[in-house]
């Protein structure tokens, strides 16, 4: 059966005038996850990444020369942007990233939840992309898509059949550099594993990170 990975991107630059761009730390992780993909031993992987210069960039370091296809549906949302929705401008926070974190927990939920917000298209958008690249897999072939945390939240929620608090929980705890596993069978999209960050574990600890 042909498998799809879903990579979260290496560490982007928080605090930093532009957030897009990987940190060194975040090369750094996506060199980890490029041995970790030769490891498994990939049929023949096609390679699809968002937009966003952080995908690409992690996509280009772990698979060099695998010729990318882009689609926007594997973007991000837009943090800033629900935090000044959803966030009372004086909401109390420390501005460290853990402090950030909870803040966009709570504005990530209320989206989730706003009938009118847009995360049905979001994560729907997320979902056929899966679809689309299930099915453009040719017979003996894998995939390797290299997005975000709340896209691979959105797919893993909706194959899980979770609501607002599971999107929230899941988006909370994707590391950065990991992998998260769909089969596609007969019947369908199957998650079989998530957030699998194995590769950061050991010598490679140091490395780890959520955000």
Excluded at 14 to 33: H, I, P, T
Excluded at 43 to 66: F, K, M, N, W
Aim: aromatic residues 6%; contains cysteine.
């Amino acid at each position: 059966m042909p498998v799809v990975l879903l990579v979260r991107h290496g560490q982007a630059s928080f605090g930093a005038d532009d957030y897009d761009v990987l940190s060194d730390l975040g090369r750094e992780q996506s060199e980890v996850v490029g041995r970790e993909l030769a490891r498994r031993a990939l049929r023949s992987p096609a390679a699809v990444c968002g937009s966003l210069r952080r995908q690409r960039d992690t996509a280009e370091i772990a698979l060099p020369g695998a010729g990318l296809a882009v689609d926007p549906r594997w973007d991000e949302y837009d943090h800033m942007g629900l935090l000044q929705r959803y966030v009372p401008p004086d909401a109390a926070h420390d501005g460290s990233s853990k402090g950030v974190q909870a803040l966009l927990d709570q504005a990530l939920g209320s989206w989730v939840d706003d009938p009118d917000g847009g995360w049905d298209a979001f994560s729907g958008g997320a979902v056929a992309a899966l679809a689309d690249v299930a099915a453009g897999l040719e017979r003996g072939r894998d995939a390797v898509v290299f997005t975000s945390g709340g896209i691979i939240a959105a797919v893993a929620a909706g194959l899980l059949g979770l609501g607002a608090s599971g999107v929230v929980a899941l988006n909370r705890v994707t590391a950065n550099g990991a992998i998260t596993k769909v089969v596609i069978g007969g019947s369908g999209a199957s998650l079989v594993s998530f957030n699998d960050h194995a590769h950061f574990e050991g010598d490679a600890r140091r490395m780890l990170t959520y955000r």
